[in-house]
């Protein structure tokens, strides 16, 4: 067999590799994956991501369902009764990703957006508690 054939071969193995490791495009599941810490909770690192996945196409572009505007640290934290800084329990963004009754759950049950796991509520409920900071 023709080496040059071998080398164009792995060549084209590793390209793709390449091609496909590049793909910045972060999954539903991939960031279902990422462990969000216990403490000293990034916003742009760990929430906005989420929201940007589970939220924005019904809080942001265009479309702020119930006033909610969430692709920005501004919109999220505009109104003190969403994002009640320093006090996650008074928070509805927590009410609504925890599905408590009496307040929509959020994303909405039925829609194709898939709820946020345990660890990205305690997130959102650490970093608020932190004071919602645009960290
Ligand atoms: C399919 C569309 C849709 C998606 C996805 C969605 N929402 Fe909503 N959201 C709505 C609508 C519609 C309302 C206003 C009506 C209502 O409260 O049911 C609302 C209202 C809200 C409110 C205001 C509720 C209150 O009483 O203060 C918050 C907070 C909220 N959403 C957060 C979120 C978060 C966080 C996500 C992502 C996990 C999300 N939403 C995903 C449609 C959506």
Redesign the pocket.
């Known amino acids: 067999m023709n080496l040059k054939y071998v080398f164009a071969f792995l060549f084209i193995i590793a390209a793709s590799f390449f091609f496909f490791s590049c793909k910045d495009t972060v999954t539903a599941d991939q960031l279902d994956n990422t462990v969000i810490p216990s403490s000293n909770v990034s916003y742009s690192k760990y929430i906005q991501p989420?929201?940007n996945l589970?939220?924005?196409?019904?809080?942001g572009n265009g479309?702020t369902?119930?006033?909610?505007n969430?692709t920005t640290w501004a919109g999220t934290t505009a109104?003190p009764?969403?994002?009640a800084r320093g006090f996650p329990d008074n928070?509805?963004?927590v009410?609504?990703?925890e599905g408590k009754p009496g307040?929509?759950a959020?994303?909405?049950v039925g829609?194709?957006?898939k709820?946020?796991t345990t660890n990205q509520v305690d997130g959102?409920k650490t970093w608020i508690k932190e004071g919602a900071k645009n960290n």
Not at 54 to 59: A, F, G, V, Y
Not at 65 to 68: A, P, Q, W
């Open positions: 989420v929201f589970k939220c924005i196409n019904c809080h479309e369902d119930g006033g909610v969430l109104d009764s969403v994002v928070s509805s963004i009410w609504c990703v307040v929509s959020m994303p909405p829609s194709p957006y709820p946020f959102l």
